[in-house]
């Protein structure tokens, strides 16, 4: 495969999650010049889930008038996890259509073989993301955040992305806060995840009284409620926001931790979530150096994982660690 990030041309940026699918084209230093998107479906096979990204990305590259792929330099691509990384095989717990989906290879094979693709977990390109031209930037180690249908993170140490093992380091949905806490879709139990993640808030605050009698409520409809004061709204959150807290403080203390960026749209609560996250972290961060650590919301809103998709592409050297 051709090499192509160098070219100075712009990214085709993905950002695949279990609410949305976002495609947009981005500039080579991180302005996005134009970008949509769809609802996730979560009824369909493989295939029409392919078909429906591929109508996306057609869509946003006739918007941004780029009718050659060689006028691109690449394909940077977030997917919810797991994957297998760097062959960008994914099997996203939230997307259940997906299963081993040859993600990147699909992708290379769409645009004739000829640019680089890039497929990494859509929390760690958020990470990169805000990092690179967010609420991170101009600090060395950072730790990026998504509350959303699920909860991810993404790991910048000494200004580079941390990998791991298996492509999965930053992980932080799956640190366990309440060991007697609820199951979790990964098998476990009592993780950040199953604490926080959109659709578990709404179930709990519908089991405590929210809404019960009304199917199909989500998160966003939980926090709109507890801006306007509902009491077991508000506790939702609140309950949300100490899990935050308590994963933040163990992350502090394992990474010394200059930043924290928490994105996603669980984070357009407000000071509903970040206050209480601040309590329990201010209870749990005692040492003083994880007292110093900064938990900011995500600055480049909800195009954080667009824009760190398109830095696998436009600053690999920091963002795309060597296999």
């Known amino acids: 495969m051709v090499e192509s990030g160098s070219s100075g041309g712009p990214v085709l940026a993905i950002d695949i999650g279990g609410t949305k699918i976002a495609a947009g084209v981005v500039e080579p230093g991180g302005r996005v010049i134009t970008w949509n998107q769809v609802p996730t479906p979560h009824d369909l096979d493989a295939e029409p889930l392919w078909r429906t990204l591929e109508d996306l990305l057609v869509q946003v590259l006739d918007t941004a008038k780029v009718t050659d792929p060689a006028e691109l330099s690449g394909i940077g691509c977030g997917c919810g ?106 098998g476990g139990r009592g993780c950040l995840e ?17 809404r019960p009698d009304q199917p199909g409520m989500t998160a966003k409809d939980l926090a709109a409620d507890a801006a306007q004061g509902h009491a077991v709204a508000r506790e939702a959150l609140r309950r949300a926001g100490r899990a935050l807290g308590i994963a933040i403080a163990s992350a502090t203390s394992l990474c010394d931790l200059d930043v924290v960026a928490v994105g996603g749209g669980l984070s357009q609560a407000g000071s509903l979530l970040f206050e209480p996250l601040q309590e329990a972290l201010a209870v749990h961060a005692r040492l003083e150096f994880a007292r110093q650590v900064r938990v900011v919301p995500a600055a480049l809103g909800l195009s954080a994982g667009l824009v760190g998709a398109a830095a696998l592409i436009s600053a690999g050297s920091r963002y795309w660690p060597a296999g």
């Not at 099997?91 to 699909?106: Q, T």
């Not at 497929?119 to 955040?145: F, K």
């Not at 199953?194 to 929210?210: F, K, N, Y």
Request: hydrophobic residues 45%; proline residues 7%; glycine residues 18%.
């Open 81 to 186: 996890g797991p994957m297998e990384w760097p062959s960008g095989v994914v099997s996203p717990l939230n997307i259940p259509g997906w299963r081993a989906f040859p993600l990147k290879d699909r992708l290379a094979a769409r645009f004739g073989g000829q640019l680089t693709v890039r497929v990494h977990n859509d929390a760690i390109c958020m990470a990169a993301g805000e990092h690179w031209r967010g609420a991170g930037r101009g600090w060395r180690n950072v730790l990026g955040m998504v509350v959303s249908t699920g909860v991810g993170g993404g790991l910048i140490l000494n200004n580079r992305l941390i990998k791991g093992a298996s492509g999965n380091a930053g992980h932080i949905g799956h640190v366990v806060v309440y060991p007697d806490g609820p199951p979790c879709m990964c």
């Open 194 to 210: 199953a604490i926080a993640r959109g659709p578990a808030l709404a179930a709990w605050a519908q089991t405590e009284g929210w």
